[in-house]
């Protein structure tokens, strides 16, 4: 089953407004991770969070994490029409050695 | 650097045929992973290798084999192919520490149409 979901699935904004993409998770994790991919393409890396994080800045990217509600968030500000593509959270749990993904927010960037 | 190949890129196969996707990386990374993407369901893990010579399974391993034989490469095998098995495959690597598995990088997929 999957550990993350995003919410919400799809998501369509007009260019230079704010997108914010939610993660939920289940079990207590080492670490968060955000993934974008475009469309046909492989999965590019974003940004990682530790659990002993609360948030954390990448350029236009912010994300949050709160391990006491098992949730992140994703925003990206000032959007622009190349943001167009699925996101991704992923959970690193303890012990796994592995990286679940949830299913994906398609963000959609209307000029 | 090339960092995460797979080959081939896309493939035909015919129900019950057997084929192997082939994942390199120059990395040096020590975990590796083939994952699979259906509309809507996001990734799924298929197998997973913490070091050469170790395998282990993930979410959906049932259909498919792999071997870790040289750090660099990750094969996963189809032993005989089914319509379900359609689908875009994607091998991914990390470095792995202590602290978790890190940060992944994917290849571009490899696309398995199974008729």
């Known amino acids: 089953s999957q550990q993350g979901e995003e919410d919400p699935q799809a998501l369509s904004i007009q260019e230079g407004e704010n997108a914010t993409m939610n993660c939920s998770y289940k079990?207590?994790?080492?670490?968060l991770q955000w993934y974008r991919q475009n469309s046909g393409r492989g999965l590019v890396h974003l940004i990682l969070?530790?659990?002993?994080?609360r948030e954390k800045h990448s350029g236009r990217l912010r994300v949050t994490l709160d391990t006491s509600k098992k949730s992140s968030s994703l925003l990206i500000t000032a959007s622009r029409a190349a943001d167009t593509a699925s996101y991704f959270c992923?959970?690193?749990?303890?012990?796994?050695?592995?990286?679940?993904f949830g299913q994906g927010t398609r963000l959609t960037i209307n000029p | 650097n090339a960092g995460v190949t797979q080959t081939p890129k896309f493939r035909v196969l015919k129900t019950g045929q057997s084929m192997t996707l082939l994942c390199a990386q120059d990395?040096?990374?020590?975990?590796m992973y083939w994952y699979r993407q259906d509309p809507g369901m996001g990734l799924r893990l298929i197998h997973y290798?913490?070091?050469?010579?170790?395998?282990a399974k993930g979410e959906v391993p049932d259909g498919y084999n792999v071997s870790r034989l040289k750090k660099q490469n990750f094969l996963l095998g189809l032993e005989s192919a089914a319509p379900s098995q359609t689908s875009v495959y994607f091998c991914?690597?990390?470095?792995?520490?202590?602290?978790?598995?890190?940060?992944?990088?994917f290849g571009e997929g490899s696309r398995l149409t199974v008729l």
């Open positions: 290798s913490v070091g050469e010579g170790t395998t």
């Open positions: 990395m040096n990374h020590e975990y």
């Open positions: 969070i530790r659990s002993n994080e």
């Open positions: 991914a690597s990390s470095t792995g520490t202590s602290g978790g598995t890190g940060e992944l990088f």
């Open positions: 992923a959970t690193d749990r303890q012990g796994a050695q592995k990286l679940v």
């Open positions: 079990t207590s994790i080492n670490n």
